[in-house]
């Protein structure tokens, strides 16, 4: 039977300082959460108010925003979880776009202590492509196994924002030569 790792073998020690951005991303990842709550508490309202109305069109839409904004909230709720329980650690990411059958963004992490982690994310943020071109990108990274999340900072006059996505480890950490 596969055992699990210790949360603490997914990132390295942390750092004596938090890395800036840290708090902006935990509020990043808490506000996309409230939002998909909002938006799953509004779907059952609508289904329940469609129920004494008889709307059946409304009767339909409502469970699927519902069940919508569940799902919604359920990854950044997760990843804010994981994020919390972990920290944020600087690191540096080269971000490659797999094409094929299973279209997936690749993301090389390299840790200040020499150790790394290999990551996969979906590519359905269009934010996610945009970033595979410069290499090294600075970044902080949070999470653990499939609740790992990566915030790239401002790079004006790149981006002005920074660009928060989630990701979902695909090795554990290890360090070259090992």
Not at 133 to 145: E, K, N, R, V
Request: hydrophobic share 45%.
């Amino acid at each position: 039977m596969k055992t699990r790792r210790p949360y603490a073998e997914w990132l390295p020690r942390p750092e004596k300082q938090a890395p800036p951005w840290a708090d902006r991303a935990t509020a990043l990842l808490d506000r996309r959460f409230r939002l998909w709550a909002v938006v799953m508490v509004l779907g059952i309202f609508v289904a329940v108010a469609c129920l004494f109305t008889g709307e059946v069109a409304a009767m339909i839409v409502g469970p699927v925003l519902g069940a919508g904004g569940v799902l919604g909230a359920f990854l950044p709720e997760r990843r804010l979880r994981a994020a919390r329980r972990t920290g944020w650690r600087t690191a540096e990411v080269t971000i490659s776009l797999n094409g094929g059958k299973d279209n997936y963004v690749l993301i090389a992490v390299r840790f200040a202590d020499g150790s790394r982690i290999d990551l996969w994310s979906r590519p359905g943020s269009l934010t996610v492509p945009t970033l595979r071109y410069p290499p090294s990108l600075p970044a902080i990274i949070a999470g653990h196994g499939p609740a790992m999340s990566v915030l790239v900072p401002p790079n004006p006059p790149a981006r002005d924002k920074p660009v928060l996505f989630g990701a979902r480890a695909e090795t554990y950490r290890w360090r070259p030569g090992n």
